[in-house]
């Protein structure tokens, strides 16, 4: 064939061509593909050598030489090598020699692609089985399985899920998801298969005999790998079990509280109120003291059942924006009327501050003025309320003039910690109040008040 017809396959050949001296690597012609792929001009492509496109500060998989001395004993060799352009960028080729035998010389012609996407995804592989072997090393009660498009695992890590299909994952390697799948969860997880390899995460339940497992599917790649994990979560769902089983206790006993108790205590009352015009008055201060009782009480089964509510799940917890001025106005009012002795009074005004809280704050008020009053060695307790607005935040201050809280008292007396309501000093309304603020994202805390008493800070955000 004439010389113009190779001169043509050698131009439109899909890869980079380049031809070069074997002795010297200096470059005697290159397709128009190689010079689009290194960059350089064709005029200049020529005054080049081989070495002026490699990477030097890389561990080569052979050297020219070698790989002359290969192409001639095999016809041809192919590798993958680091090869830089004209703008010094570097990037993956792979690069398949040939060798050339003319009159006077012998030459080399090498063929070349860009495989750096290639290459990344290997890479990215290689990173990602690594970050599981990891993930499977600090998560041993789990069993990970990777499925190709043709739902075959294609690897199978970790320690596995005894009772499970997924009991030895490496085990699992080569099989269809239809071979080792219990038949009654086979038409629940394959749509669920068949949307991670469109590009899909899913995490479903299943039960298997006597324990649960949790699955988490992801895509590895697009239409060619999914990932599927395994997690044992029996032990979780025990939990939740159980405190699914103390939560309705709770509701029986919140029945009982607020019914039945509260029931009694306004039997209790409406006789005691009877009784004030036939005790004479030597008797009437011990009347007075049953009334008084009567009424704590009241107040304790109002905030019981409170706390279980909020705890149980039977009111909203959710925060919305609230406005505070409203609130605490009509439960300072509700202490004055109930505490006749006591003085409630605002410093200054209460700002029209909107927090991020809901109508539980009310009982979170309510509970910090009542402690106020009732816990006061004083004949005639004063209370005063000031609150505060910042940029982010508003402040409610109640201060008090009894007989102060110790320094070691003043996070005991909130129940935090190991304990909760066990711990020293811990009424139940102080830790309803730290457990509702702490739901709204604010925060309480208590000072020392001069010359005596305490100050309960409540702090909550405002709302966006």
């Known amino acids: 064939m004439p010389d113009s017809y190779y001169k043509s396959v050698f131009e439109n050949i899909g890869d980079g061509v380049l031809v070069h001296d074997v002795e010297t690597g200096e470059i005697l012609d290159a397709n128009q593909q190689y010079c689009d792929l290194l960059g350089y001009p064709p005029d200049e492509m020529t005054d080049l050598y081989v070495d002026d496109l490699v990477v030097e500060d890389w561990e080569w998989p052979a050297t020219p030489t070698e790989l002359v001395e290969a192409a001639r004993e095999d016809g041809s060799v192919s590798t993958e090598w680091h090869l830089k352009r004209e703008s010094g960028e570097r990037f993956w080729a792979e690069v398949t020699v040939s060798l050339i035998e003319t009159d006077t010389d012998e030459l080399a012609l090498a063929s070349v692609r860009d495989v750096t996407e290639r290459k990344e995804q290997q890479q990215a592989r290689k990173r990602f089985e690594k970050l599981y072997r990891t993930l499977v090393e600090y998560l041993p009660a789990a069993g990970i399985v990777i499925l190709d498009s043709d739902y075959r695992v294609t690897a199978g890590l970790g320690q596995g899920l005894p009772g499970t299909p997924v009991s030895d994952p490496s085990s699992l390697i080569g099989m269809h998801v239809e071979e080792f799948v219990p038949e009654a969860h086979y038409e629940t997880v394959m749509p669920i298969y068949a949307s991670a390899f469109e590009g899909e995460q899913s995490t479903f339940e299943a039960p298997y005999e006597d324990q649960w497992v949790r699955i988490y599917v992801a895509p590895i790649e697009e239409g060619e790998e999914i990932l599927v994990l395994a997690v044992d979560i029996t032990e979780q769902k025990e939990q939740e079990a159980a405190l699914a089983e103390k939560t309705e206790q709770l509701e029986v006993l919140n029945r009982i509280v ?97 927090a991020s809280a809901n109508e539980m704050l009310a009982s979170v008020f309510g509970n910090l003025l009542t402690n106020a009053a009732r816990h006061n060695d004083t004949p005639e307790p004063t209370v005063e309320i000031s609150v505060t607005e910042g940029p982010e935040t508003v402040t409610v201050s109640i201060a008090d003039d009894g007989p102060g809280i110790s320094d070691d008292q003043k996070d005991t007396i909130f129940g935090r910690g190991e304990k909760g309501l066990e711990s020293s000093g811990t009424g139940i309304g102080l830790y309803l109040v730290d457990s509702l603020v702490t739901e709204f994202d604010g925060r309480v805390w208590v000072t020392d008040n001069e010359p005596t008493g305490a100050v309960f800070h409540v702090e909550l955000p405002l709302a966006d």
């Open 258 to 354: 607020s019914h039945d108790i509260r029931n009694d205590v306004m039997v209790v009352q409406g006789w005691s109120e009877q009784l004030r015009d036939h005790v004479s008055a030597e008797d009437e201060a011990a009347l007075q003291r049953v009334i008084d009782a009567n009424d704590h009480i009241r107040e304790l089964t109002q905030t019981a059942s409170t706390f279980v509510e909020a705890i149980t799940g039977d009111r909203d917890v959710a925060v919305e924006p609230t406005r505070v001025k409203p609130i605490l106005t009509e439960e300072i009012e509700k202490k004055r009327t109930g505490f006749e002795d006591a003085t409630f009074a605002v410093d200054g005004s209460i700002p029209d501050a909107v």
